[in-house]
């Protein structure tokens, strides 16, 4: 039963192939403006991190002295 299905499955990779895709001239610019906006993305989360560790770890001190 197994291989019967097996023997019905292409072979070739030539069914597969793609047609070729004409380069868009203005994707470099559309990437590095992308990567730019990802880095600036990461350094405002980072940035958010940081403040909301350092506000958390300055409650438990203050909570703890207050206790």
């Given amino acids: 039963m197994g291989t019967e299905l097996l023997n019905q499955l292409p072979v070739s990779a030539a069914h597969h192939a793609q047609t070729a ?3 868009d001239p ?3 610019t559309r990437w ?3 990567i730019a906006r990802g ?3 990461d350094r405002r989360v ?4 940081t403040w909301a560790f ?3 770890m300055g409650a438990a001190i203050v ?3 207050l206790r």
């Avoid at 980072?46 to 991190?49: A, G, I, L, M, S």
């Fill in 21 to 23: 895709v004409a380069p």
């Fill in 26 to 28: 203005e994707f470099d």
């Fill in 32 to 34: 590095a403006a992308w």
């Fill in 39 to 41: 880095r600036a993305h």
């Fill in 46 to 49: 980072q940035r958010f991190v």
């Fill in 54 to 56: 350092g506000l958390a």
């Fill in 63 to 65: 909570y703890a002295f």
